[in-house]
T-cell receptor
């Protein structure tokens, strides 16, 4: 148990659907992250929120829309996705400024776009 | 261009022997390095880290070595146990003013055999 939970664990959606992924951290951290893991690729950082302000967006398509209502919750809103968006989406949290840079990950949401 | 590389996609080691996982990086601005372990259907779990001002960090059976001149780090697991079978990710971070930004390698799958 890492203290970071994600729901749902699995999601199948059509290209015209709208869905949301949810992440919650119980570690008292003040920064949260969304990553994408595709097969045989490194984890790709999508969004970073620090102190509830978005500080980084690594040129992610607008069909992905993050929301961070408070330091414990993070959402990823999905709409009109493409089949190539099928991947494992991981949420992580950390304490900043930290000095040690460790991030703690949730179990991920396995997304399949049909 | 991948800044963190794990050139061995897989490694098989006998139980009780040493496992050595390698990682190379190209960005000389990286100043902190981490290893994560990932089991199927779980998120990555933080294992051990090292600051660029050190060349070795040890935690129980796990030791990380850093060779800054070669831009190379390695994770040693001694003795290897069947429960160590997992995918191991190397990650690196550069100092930022806000949230920690990790760059990951593609991972090495370790299989510890009986």
């Amino acid at each position: 148990e890492t203290g970071v939970t994600q729901t749902p664990r699995h999601l199948v959606m059509g290209m015209t659907n709208k869905k949301s992924l949810k992440c919650e951290q119980h570690l008292g951290h003040n920064a949260m992250y969304w990553y994408k893991q595709s097969a045989k690729k490194p984890l790709e950082l999508m969004f970073v929120y620090s102190l509830e302000e978005r500080v980084e967006n690594n040129s992610v398509p607008s069909r992905f829309s993050p929301e961070c209502p408070n330091s414990s919750h993070l959402f990823l809103h999905l709409h009109t996705l493409q089949p190539e968006d099928s991947a494992l989406y991981l949420c992580a949290s950390s304490q900043v400024p930290g000095g040690t840079y460790e991030q703690y990950f949730g179990p991920g949401t396995r997304l399949t776009v049909t | 261009d991948q800044q963190v590389k794990q050139n061995s996609p897989s490694l098989s080691v006998q139980e009780g022997r040493i496992s050595i996982l390698n990682c190379d990086y190209t960005n000389s601005m990286f100043d902190y390095f981490l290893w994560y372990k990932k089991y199927p259907a779980e998120g990555p779990t933080f294992l051990i880290s090292i600051s660029s001002i050190k060349d070795k960090n040890e935690d129980g059976r796990f030791t990380v070595f850093l060779n800054k001149s070669a831009k190379h780090l390695s994770l040693h697991i001694v003795p290897s146990q069947p429960g160590d079978s997992a995918v191991y990710f190397c990650a690196a971070s550069a100092k930022t003013g806000t949230a920690s930004k990790l760059t990951f390698g593609t991972g090495t799958r370790l299989q510890v055999t009986l």
